[in-house]
Protein backbone atom coordinates (compact mmCIF):
# COMPACT_ATOMS: atom_id res chain seq x y z
CA UNK A 1 0.00 0.00 0.00
CA UNK A 2 1.82 3.11 -1.18
CA UNK A 3 -0.31 5.73 0.98
CA UNK A 4 -1.67 7.13 -2.07
CA UNK A 5 -6.06 6.93 -2.43
CA UNK A 6 -7.86 7.40 -5.41
CA UNK A 7 -11.44 7.32 -5.80
CA UNK A 8 -13.09 6.35 -8.22
CA UNK A 9 -11.71 2.84 -9.13
CA UNK A 10 -13.14 2.41 -11.99
CA UNK A 11 -15.42 4.70 -13.97
CA UNK A 12 -17.96 4.33 -17.30
CA UNK A 13 -19.23 7.74 -18.71
CA UNK A 14 -20.33 8.86 -22.10
CA UNK A 15 -18.81 11.28 -24.70
CA UNK A 16 -19.17 14.82 -23.83
CA UNK A 17 -19.77 14.26 -20.55
CA UNK A 18 -18.12 15.31 -17.28
CA UNK A 19 -16.14 13.76 -14.41
CA UNK A 20 -14.04 14.33 -11.38
CA UNK A 21 -10.96 12.23 -10.35
CA UNK A 22 -9.80 12.43 -6.55
CA UNK A 23 -6.51 11.83 -5.12
CA UNK A 24 -5.53 12.21 -1.38
CA UNK A 25 -1.64 12.19 -1.07
CA UNK A 26 0.67 10.20 1.44
CA UNK A 27 0.23 11.84 4.45
CA UNK A 28 2.71 14.56 4.93
CA UNK A 29 3.92 14.73 1.07
CA UNK A 30 2.98 18.16 -0.39
CA UNK A 31 3.37 17.24 -4.10
CA UNK A 32 0.58 15.30 -6.09
CA UNK A 33 1.57 14.80 -9.61
CA UNK A 34 -1.13 13.11 -12.37
CA UNK A 35 -0.14 11.23 -14.82
CA UNK A 36 -2.50 9.12 -17.75
CA UNK A 37 -1.65 6.08 -18.92
CA UNK A 38 -2.48 4.17 -21.84
CA UNK A 39 -1.59 1.48 -24.06
CA UNK A 40 -0.43 3.30 -27.15
CA UNK A 41 1.60 6.09 -25.34
CA UNK A 42 2.53 4.89 -22.11
CA UNK A 43 2.38 6.71 -18.87
CA UNK A 44 1.99 10.84 -19.63
CA UNK A 45 2.58 13.22 -17.45
CA UNK A 46 -0.11 15.76 -16.55
CA UNK A 47 0.22 18.26 -14.13
CA UNK A 48 1.92 19.11 -11.09
CA UNK A 49 0.91 20.77 -7.59
CA UNK A 50 3.04 21.52 -4.26
CA UNK A 51 1.04 22.96 -1.53
CA UNK A 52 -1.85 24.23 -3.23
CA UNK A 53 0.17 25.91 -6.06
CA UNK A 54 0.65 24.40 -9.81
CA UNK A 55 4.35 23.88 -10.02
CA UNK A 56 4.53 22.10 -13.49
CA UNK A 57 2.18 21.26 -16.65
CA UNK A 58 2.90 18.86 -18.96
CA UNK A 59 0.45 17.64 -22.01
CA UNK A 60 -2.56 18.21 -20.25
CA UNK A 61 -5.47 19.37 -22.60
CA UNK A 62 -7.59 22.28 -22.31
CA UNK A 63 -10.53 20.56 -21.51
CA UNK A 64 -8.52 18.89 -18.31
CA UNK A 65 -8.42 21.02 -15.29
CA UNK A 66 -6.81 20.18 -11.83
CA UNK A 67 -6.32 21.64 -8.44
CA UNK A 68 -5.08 20.88 -4.56
CA UNK A 69 -6.82 21.91 -1.78
CA UNK A 70 -5.73 23.12 1.70
CA UNK A 71 -6.33 20.07 3.09
CA UNK A 72 -4.10 18.60 0.26
CA UNK A 73 -5.72 16.17 -1.19
CA UNK A 74 -6.40 16.95 -5.25
CA UNK A 75 -9.14 16.40 -7.80
CA UNK A 76 -8.61 16.16 -11.52
CA UNK A 77 -11.54 16.96 -13.85
CA UNK A 78 -12.10 16.15 -16.95
CA UNK A 79 -15.10 17.61 -19.37
CA UNK A 80 -16.29 17.24 -22.64
CA UNK A 81 -15.39 13.82 -22.66
CA UNK A 82 -13.88 11.83 -25.84
CA UNK A 83 -13.18 7.96 -27.20
CA UNK A 84 -10.16 8.73 -26.56
CA UNK A 85 -9.64 9.93 -23.03
CA UNK A 86 -10.61 6.30 -21.74
CA UNK A 87 -7.00 5.37 -19.79
CA UNK A 88 -5.73 4.81 -16.74
CA UNK A 89 -4.97 8.30 -14.52
CA UNK A 90 -2.81 7.63 -11.65
CA UNK A 91 -2.27 10.49 -8.96
CA UNK A 92 1.15 10.09 -7.37
CA UNK A 93 2.85 11.92 -4.14
CA UNK A 94 6.44 13.16 -2.85
CA UNK A 95 7.25 14.56 -0.28
CA UNK A 96 10.09 16.38 -2.25
CA UNK A 97 10.09 20.16 -2.98
CA UNK A 98 12.81 20.51 -4.90
CA UNK A 99 13.31 21.15 -8.72
CA UNK A 100 12.46 16.86 -9.61
CA UNK A 101 11.49 14.19 -7.42
CA UNK A 102 12.01 10.86 -8.76
CA UNK A 103 10.53 8.77 -6.09
CA UNK A 104 7.26 8.71 -6.25
CA UNK A 105 4.12 7.08 -4.44
CA UNK A 106 1.34 5.99 -7.09
CA UNK A 107 -1.77 5.57 -6.23
CA UNK A 108 -4.08 2.33 -7.89
CA UNK A 109 -5.35 4.30 -10.10
CA UNK A 110 -8.77 5.47 -11.75
CA UNK A 111 -9.52 3.33 -14.96
CA UNK A 112 -11.77 6.02 -17.15
CA UNK A 113 -13.96 3.99 -19.87
CA UNK A 114 -15.96 6.48 -22.68
CA UNK A 115 -18.30 5.14 -24.17
CA UNK B 1 13.85 15.78 -27.90
CA UNK B 2 14.12 14.15 -24.60
CA UNK B 3 12.97 10.44 -24.99
CA UNK B 4 13.63 7.23 -22.97
CA UNK B 5 13.02 3.86 -25.10
CA UNK B 6 12.98 0.83 -23.54
CA UNK B 7 13.40 -2.72 -25.20
CA UNK B 8 12.44 -5.43 -25.43
CA UNK B 9 8.89 -4.23 -25.00
CA UNK B 10 8.28 -7.85 -23.59
CA UNK B 11 10.20 -10.97 -22.32
CA UNK B 12 9.37 -14.38 -21.11
CA UNK B 13 12.29 -16.17 -19.01
CA UNK B 14 12.12 -19.52 -17.78
CA UNK B 15 12.55 -19.39 -14.09
CA UNK B 16 16.42 -19.39 -13.04
CA UNK B 17 17.02 -17.91 -16.41
CA UNK B 18 19.20 -14.45 -16.17
CA UNK B 19 18.50 -12.01 -18.70
CA UNK B 20 18.55 -7.70 -18.75
CA UNK B 21 16.37 -4.75 -19.54
CA UNK B 22 17.39 -1.61 -21.21
CA UNK B 23 16.63 1.62 -21.12
CA UNK B 24 18.08 4.00 -23.64
CA UNK B 25 17.44 7.87 -23.05
CA UNK B 26 18.52 11.04 -24.96
CA UNK B 27 18.06 14.11 -22.89
CA UNK B 28 20.81 16.79 -22.06
CA UNK B 29 22.49 16.82 -18.18
CA UNK B 30 20.66 13.98 -16.65
CA UNK B 31 19.51 14.62 -13.43
CA UNK B 32 18.53 10.98 -12.47
CA UNK B 33 17.51 8.04 -14.05
CA UNK B 34 14.43 5.98 -11.86
CA UNK B 35 13.44 2.30 -12.34
CA UNK B 36 9.72 1.31 -11.15
CA UNK B 37 7.98 -1.93 -11.42
CA UNK B 38 4.33 -1.89 -12.36
CA UNK B 39 2.04 -4.91 -11.21
CA UNK B 40 -1.35 -5.41 -13.19
CA UNK B 41 -3.99 -3.05 -12.21
CA UNK B 42 -1.79 -1.70 -9.83
CA UNK B 43 0.22 1.90 -9.84
CA UNK B 44 4.20 1.86 -10.48
CA UNK B 45 5.87 0.98 -7.25
CA UNK B 46 9.81 2.41 -7.49
CA UNK B 47 12.66 0.65 -6.97
CA UNK B 48 15.63 2.66 -7.91
CA UNK B 49 17.56 5.87 -8.13
CA UNK B 50 21.01 5.91 -10.56
CA UNK B 51 22.68 9.28 -11.11
CA UNK B 52 25.84 8.71 -12.48
CA UNK B 53 27.50 6.54 -15.13
CA UNK B 54 28.91 3.57 -13.21
CA UNK B 55 26.39 3.65 -10.60
CA UNK B 56 25.06 0.32 -9.61
CA UNK B 57 22.10 -0.29 -7.04
CA UNK B 58 21.01 -3.81 -6.24
CA UNK B 59 17.81 -5.47 -4.53
CA UNK B 60 17.05 -8.89 -4.21
CA UNK B 61 17.59 -10.35 -7.79
CA UNK B 62 17.30 -7.28 -9.53
CA UNK B 63 20.41 -5.24 -10.41
CA UNK B 64 20.31 -1.96 -11.86
CA UNK B 65 23.30 0.01 -13.71
CA UNK B 66 23.80 2.86 -15.70
CA UNK B 67 25.93 4.49 -18.61
CA UNK B 68 26.07 7.64 -20.17
CA UNK B 69 23.83 6.64 -22.84
CA UNK B 70 21.46 3.71 -20.81
CA UNK B 71 20.43 1.46 -18.38
CA UNK B 72 20.59 -2.09 -17.40
CA UNK B 73 18.00 -3.77 -15.48
CA UNK B 74 19.53 -7.34 -14.49
CA UNK B 75 17.77 -10.07 -13.26
CA UNK B 76 19.22 -13.11 -11.68
CA UNK B 77 17.42 -16.11 -11.28
CA UNK B 78 14.15 -14.75 -11.61
CA UNK B 79 11.02 -16.07 -9.97
CA UNK B 80 7.61 -15.99 -11.19
CA UNK B 81 6.67 -13.36 -8.56
CA UNK B 82 9.41 -11.32 -10.72
CA UNK B 83 6.63 -11.00 -13.50
CA UNK B 84 5.91 -7.43 -13.69
CA UNK B 85 6.17 -4.33 -16.65
CA UNK B 86 9.32 -2.64 -15.62
CA UNK B 87 8.90 1.02 -16.61
CA UNK B 88 12.20 3.60 -16.51
CA UNK B 89 12.04 7.19 -16.00
CA UNK B 90 14.05 10.40 -16.33
CA UNK B 91 13.52 14.17 -15.46
CA UNK B 92 13.36 16.68 -18.96
CA UNK B 93 16.87 17.52 -19.80
CA UNK B 94 17.25 21.69 -18.59
CA UNK B 95 15.73 24.03 -21.35
CA UNK B 96 13.23 20.85 -22.06
CA UNK B 97 9.61 20.29 -21.78
CA UNK B 98 8.04 21.11 -18.19
CA UNK B 99 7.04 18.38 -15.93
CA UNK B 100 8.76 15.74 -13.52
CA UNK B 101 9.31 12.42 -15.32
CA UNK B 102 9.29 11.01 -18.72
CA UNK B 103 8.44 7.49 -18.50
CA UNK B 104 9.76 4.83 -21.06
CA UNK B 105 6.51 2.27 -22.12
CA UNK B 106 8.46 -0.39 -20.37
CA UNK B 107 9.31 -4.31 -20.34
CA UNK B 108 6.54 -6.41 -19.94
CA UNK B 109 8.16 -9.30 -17.96
CA UNK B 110 6.86 -13.09 -17.77
CA UNK B 111 8.58 -16.24 -15.39
CA UNK B 112 7.14 -19.08 -16.08
CA UNK B 113 7.48 -21.79 -12.85
Known amino acids: DSGVTQTPKHLITATGQRVTLRCSPRSGDLSVYWYQQSLDQGLQFLIQ???????AKGNILERFSAQQFPDLHSELNLSSLELGDSALYFCASSVQAGEVAGELFFGEGSRLTVL | EDQVTQSPEALRLQEGESSSLNCSYTVSGLRGLFWYRQDPGKGPEFLFT???AGEEKEKERLKATLTKKESFLHITAPKPEDSATYLCAVPPGRGGSQGNLIFGKGTKLSVKP
Open chain 1, 49 to 55: YYNGEER
Open chain 2, 50 to 52: LYS
